[in-house]
C-alpha cells in the first residue's frame, strides 16, 4: 500500500485543488484492486455517452456531448484567412478550449490554464494527424486565402475525462459543419451561404483515456477516480486501428506492458464509440 | 391572514402572510407581510411561518457535530473543511494538551474527523474541537455529501430512517450536521448505503419516503424487510458508534 | 427605405408591439454548480451557474460583514455570427458588472459575512437582448442555489424600431432600430436595479418603453418562478 499523500501545488493554485479525503482515496483503491468500481462499472465500461449535433445555429456546426455528467458544447465556425507562409495551399483547423468556472469549483475564470491548453492542444493533435479533413481542399487562392476552421470546445459541467468528450464531440461537431460554398471569380472570392457544402470530412479518429490506480487500467475516469489517480494514459485512433496521437498525464510513470495494453484495449474500444457518432 | 399551505413549494419574493403572524427562519418581514426569501417548504406552527430550504449550505453553529477534512497543518492548529464557506481550526491544545508535540503525527493533511463546533464569531470564524464521546479520526469506510438541510430527513423520527439502513446494511453510519455521512461495513453494503441515502437526498422533500426507502433496501439486498414498530430505542445524535 | 406595414403594424417576426419572443427557462441543469438555469428567448441561449456562498480567497475584495457578488458573463465564440475571440471584452466586462450590480440589491448578503457568491453567464447563442436573459436565468440559479433572496430579479428589454415603441427588441430590432432600453426589477415592489438606455427616445417614448419592459419582466416572472417549482415537480410527491 502506498504511502503517497495528495500532492500540493505550491501558491495560489494550492486552494483550488481539492484535497481527496485519504478515506476515498483508500475505499476507490480497494474496489479497483477487486475489480470494481465506486459507480458499478467494469474497467473497461464507459459511462452513459450522449451526442446532439445542430444545437447552436448561429455556428456552422456544433454538437453537445456527454459522457457520465461530463459535458462539452462544442462549436465550428469558418473564417477566410491567409494559410501558413510554409504550407500556401491548405487550409486551416485551430482548436481552443475554454473550461468554464461553471463546469467546476476548481475551474477559475481568465486566460486558458495549463490544463485547458493541454486539453485543446491534445484534441487538435489528434485530429490534425488523422486527419480528419482534407485541409487541402479548403484552400481557396493559393498562398492568399484558405478556410479557417475553428473549433471551440465550451466544457459546461466536468466530472472526468474531458479528453475523450472533447474528441468525440469534435468529430460529430465537424462531421455535422456546413461552410458555404467558396469560388473564385474574376480574381474574387465568392460565398454561396444559400448552397453551403458539408467540410472535407477524410478521417474520423477517437480518443481513449486509461487512468492507473494502484496497477489497474480503468477506462474513462470518473472526476473521483481522476483525482486518485497516479496516471493517464489517452490513445488517439483511426478507424483502421492506426494510432494517431497519444498522450500520458499525471504525476507517476507508466510501464511499456500498460501502455500497449491500453493501445489494445482502444483499438477494442473505439468500434463501441464510433457507434455514436 | 396566510395565502399558503403547509408544506407548499415557494420561491423568493413569495408573499406567505400577513402582520398576524411571527415570521420564522427562511422569511422576512416586508411591511405589513412575511415573505420567503428562499426555495423552500412553507412550515406552520401555531403563529409562526418558516421556509424549509431545498438547497443550502452548511453555516457552523456552536454545538453541531460535524465530519471535517484536514487541509492544512498550521504551527498549533490544523485547518478543516467542514463542507461549508466557512473553514474551521482544531487547536493543537485540544489534543496534545498543553505538551508541543509534532502535529502531521497526530493528523495529517486528507485525513477525515468526526468534530464538535466549540465556537463561532461574528464573522464566522469557526472553532472545532474533540473533546466529546465518539469524536476522533474515522478509518476506513466511504464518505457521502448530502444538502446539510436534508440530514433530518436522513435520520428520520427518533432515527428511525438511519437505523433502518444501518440494520439492513450492517454498516456503521454516522450522519453530520455539516451534510458530510460516513459509512463504514463490507464493500457492497457500503456501495447500498450509498445509493439509498442518494435516494433520500434526491426525494427528501416528498412524502411516503419511508416506504420507497424500505423498498429500495429490499430491492438492493434481495430480502424483504418487516416495517418498524414504534419501539425504537432513541439514539443520541451524538453517539459515534451508533 | 420605404417599409411595406401589413394592416395590424404586425413586427418582422409576427409580433405585436407588446408581445415577448418565445421562451422557456429551466433550473438546475448542472450538476457540479451549486446553482444553475438554461434560459432561451428567441434565438438566444443562455447558461447561468452560481457557485456559493463559498470561500473567498482575494482578501483586497473581502468584506467583514457581508458576502460579496462576483459576475462573469461571457459569450462563446460560436455564439454569433462573425466568431467571437475568446476571452472577455470590454462590451462583456460592462455587462458583468451591470448583471451584478442588477442581482445584488435582492440578496441577503449580510447573512454570509467573509465569503463569495460567484455568479457565470454563458451565451451559447446571440440573438439581441442577452444581458436581460442573462440576468433573468442567474436569477433562477442564485434561487436554485439556495441563496436567500427579497425577490428574483427578472430583466426584459424595450425600445424604439421603426418608429414604433416595442416590447423585446429581436437582434435585427436592436441593429437596425431607434432605441434600446434594458430594464431589471424586483417584481413585487416594481423597484429598478438595472437601467439602461442607448439611441435616441423623447420622453414620453421613453416612459412607453420603461412600462413596456417592466410590463415583459411581469409576464417573465411567471416562468421564472415556474422553473423553480417544475424542478422539484408537484409538492409531496
Redesign the interface.
Known amino acids: 500500500m502506498k504511502n503517497r499523500?495528495?500532492p500540493?501545488k505550491i501558491g495560489?493554485v494550492r486552494?483550488m485543488v481539492s484535497?481527496?479525503?485519504?478515506?476515498?482515496?483508500?475505499?476507490i483503491t480497494?474496489?479497483i484492486k477487486?475489480g470494481?468500481r465506486?459507480d458499478?462499472r467494469s474497467s473497461d465500461d464507459y459511462r452513459d455517452i450522449s451526442i446532439e449535433v445542430g444545437v447552436?445555429?448561429?455556428?456552422e456546426g456544433?454538437a453537445r456531448v456527454k459522457i457520465g455528467?461530463t459535458?462539452i458544447?462544442i462549436?465550428?465556425?469558418p473564417?477566410l484567412g491567409e494559410p501558413f507562409a510554409d504550407t500556401p495551399n491548405v487550409g486551416v483547423l485551430m482548436t481552443?478550449s475554454?473550461l468554464?468556472?461553471?463546469?467546476?469549483?476548481t475551474f477559475e475564470?481568465g486566460?486558458?490554464d495549463e490544463r485547458s491548453v493541454e486539453l485543446a492542444r491534445v484534441t487538435d493533435r489528434c485530429l490534425r494527424e488523422a486527419p480528419i479533413l482534407d485541409l487541402e481542399k479548403l484552400c481557396i487562392i493559393e498562398g492568399e486565402k484558405v478556410w479557417m476552421i475553428?473549433v471551440?470546445l465550451?466544457v459546461?459541467?466536468?466530472?472526468g475525462n474531458l479528453i475523450d468528450a472533447a474528441v468525440l464531440g469534435s468529430v460529430a461537431a465537424l462531421a455535422n459543419t456546413k461552410i458555404p460554398n467558396a469560388t473564385v471569380e474574376d480574381d474574387k472570392i465568392v460565398l454561396d451561404k444559400e448552397n453551403p457544402v458539408a467540410l472535407p470530412v477524410k478521417e474520423k479518429p477517437l480518443m481513449c483515456t486509461f487512468a492507473k490506480i494502484d496497477d489497474e487500467l480503468i477506462i474513462d475516469p470518473s472526476l473521483e477516480e481522476e483525482n486518485v489517480m497516479d496516471a493517464r494514459i489517452s490513445i488517439g485512433m483511426k478507424e483502421d486501428g492506426t494510432i494517431c496521437a497519444m498522450q500520458k498525464g499525471g504525476e507517476m510513470p507508466l510501464t511499456k506492458e500498460e501502455i500497449m495494453s491500453a493501445v489494445n484495449k482502444t483499438t477494442e474500444k473505439t468500434k463501441e464509440l464510433r457507434e455514436h457518432l | 391572514m396566510i395565502l399558503v399551505e403547509d408544506k407548499a413549494l415557494v420561491v423568493p419574493g413569495d408573499v406567505l402572510a400577513d402582520e398576524e403572524y411571527y415570521a420564522g427562519r427562511g422569511t422576512f418581514k416586508e411591511g405589513n407581510n412575511i415573505c420567503s426569501s428562499l426555495v423552500g417548504l412553507v412550515a406552520i406552527r401555531d403563529k409562526k411561518i418558516s421556509v424549509i430550504p431545498l438547497q443550502s449550505k452548511y453555516i457552523p453553529k456552536r454545538g453541531d457535530v460535524v465530519i471535517g477534512e484536514i487541509t492544512d497543518v498550521r504551527f498549533s492548529m490544523w485547518n478543516l473543511d467542514v463542507n461549508s464557506p466557512y473553514s474551521g481550526i482544531l487547536p493543537a491544545s485540544d489534543v496534545f494538551g498543553k505538551e508541543k508535540r509534532d502535529l502531521n503525527k497526530a493528523f495529517d493533511i486528507g485525513d477525515v474527523l468526526f468534530l464538535r463546533v466549540v465556537d463561532v464569531d461574528e464573522v464566522k470564524k469557526v472553532k472545532l474541537g474533540l473533546k466529546g464521546r465518539g469524536l476522533g479520526k474515522f478509518r476506513g469506510g466511504i464518505l457521502i455529501y448530502i444538502t446539510p438541510t436534508k440530514v433530518p430527513r436522513l435520520i428520520g423520527k427518533k432515527g428511525s430512517m438511519i437505523n433502518m439502513i444501518k440494520d439492513e446494511t450492517k454498516c456503521d453510519i454516522i450522519v453530520g450536521q455539516n451534510g458530510v455521512v460516513w459509512v463504514k461495513g463490507e464493500p457492497k453494503m457500503e456501495r447500498v448505503a450509498e445509493k439509498v441515502i442518494n435516494m433520500i437526498e434526491e426525494q427528501a422533500h416528498t412524502s411516503g419516503l419511508t416506504d420507497r426507502v424500505r423498498n429500495m433496501l429490499s430491492e438492493l439486498l434481495g430480502k424483504e424487510i418487516e416495517e418498524e414498530t414504534e419501539d425504537v430505542p432513541e439514539p443520541d445524535i451524538d453517539n459515534k458508534q451508533g | 427605405m420605404i417599409i411595406i406595414l401589413a394592416n395590424n403594424n404586425l413586427r418582422a417576426d409576427g409580433r405585436n408591439f407588446d408581445e415577448l419572443r418565445p421562451f422557456k427557462i429551466e433550473a438546475g441543469i448542472l450538476k457540479r454548480a451549486d446553482g444553475s438555469a438554461y434560459l432561451e428567448i428567441g434565438g438566444n441561449k443562455i447558461l447561468a451557474a452560481v457557485y456559493g456562498p463559498r470561500e473567498l480567497h482575494v482578501r483586497r475584495i473581502m468584506r467583514p460583514d457581508m458576502a460579496v457578488i462576483r459576475c462573469r458573463y461571457n459569450m462563446a465564440p460560436f455564439s454569433v455570427g462573425e466568431r467571437k475571440r475568446p476571452g472577455p471584452d470590454r462590451r462583456s466586462v460592462e455587462i458583468s458588472k451591470i448583471t451584478a450590480d442588477a442581482l445584488r440589491p435582492a440578496i441577503f448578503l449580510e447573512k454570509f459575512p467573509r465569503s463569495t457568491i460567484d455568479v457565470f453567464i454563458e451565451v451559447l447563442e446571440a440573438e439581441g437582448g442577452t444581458r436581460c436573459a442573462g440576468i433573468t436565468a442567474a436569477s433562477v440559479a442564485l434561487a436554485d442555489a439556495g441563496i436567500p433572496m427579497k425577490d428574483m430579479v427578472v430583466s426584459c428589454a424595450a425600445g424604439k424600431a421603426n418608429g414604433e415603441v416595442i416590447m423585446d427588441l429581436s437582434e435585427d430590432e436592436d441593429k437596425d432600430g431607434e432605441a434600446d432600453v434594458p430594464v431589471a426589477i424586483m417584481p413585487r415592489s416594481g423597484e429598478i436595479t438595472l437601467l439602461q438606455s442607448d439611441g435616441n427616445l423623447t420622453p414620453d417614448e421613453f416612459e412607453k418603453a420603461l412600462d413596456l419592459a417592466i410590463e415583459g419582466c411581469m409576464k417573465i416572472s411567471e416562468e421564472q418562478k415556474n422553473a423553480i417549482k417544475n424542478r422539484y415537480g408537484e409538492k409531496n410527491g
Do not use: W
Request: charged content about 25%; overall charge negative.
Open positions: 499523500k495528495t500540493l495560489m486552494k484535497i481527496v479525503p485519504e478515506i476515498t482515496r483508500k475505499s480497494e474496489l477487486n470494481e465506486a458499478g447552436i445555429d448561429k455556428a456544433s455528467n459535458q458544447m462549436g465550428v465556425k473564417q481552443n475554454e468554464l468556472p461553471m463546469a467546476s469549483p475564470p486566460p486558458p475553428f471551440d465550451h459546461i459541467n466536468y466530472d
